[in-house]
């Protein structure tokens, strides 16, 4: 017999958390998701004030766009779409971290009120 059919990993029957451990753990993630929450619906304000700002504009007009570090010149009809296209994911994202956080803090109150946690 070969050595490759050996057991498997201990982690695969390590015991669960305690519950404290486990609500302790839950609530920084819920943390951690509500401040990556404020910090993208800052950047969306930023792109929704742009977006106002370069709609009543001629689309040929010279516009300047930040990629990464440089400043690149375009005119606001190639700039629109793409900040309009940001904004639309950035909204995708937040909703759907405000719905992984809406289940995390069910699962926090769930264990809270199981193990009469505090």
Do not use: F, W
């Not at 609500?23 to 106002?52: F, G, P, S, T, W």
């Not at 990464?68 to 995708?92: I, Y």
């Amino acid at each position: 017999m070969s050595a490759a059919a050996a057991p498997p990993a201990a982690a695969n029957n390590a015991p669960a958390a305690p519950p404290q451990i486990q609500y302790r753990d839950i609530m920084a993630e819920c943390q951690r998701l509500m401040q990556k929450i404020a910090e993208l619906e800052v950047d969306r304000n930023e792109h929704m004030l742009v977006e106002e700002t370069l709609k009543p504009l001629d689309p040929s007009r010279r516009a300047y766009r930040l990629v990464g570090e440089v400043l690149v010149e375009r005119s606001v009809a190639e700039v629109l779409p793409s900040v309009t296209a940001n904004k639309d994911n950035l909204n995708a994202t937040i909703a759907a971290l405000r719905q992984r956080l809406t289940i995390r803090q069910k699962e926090a109150a769930d264990l809270k009120a199981k193990y009469n946690l505090g």
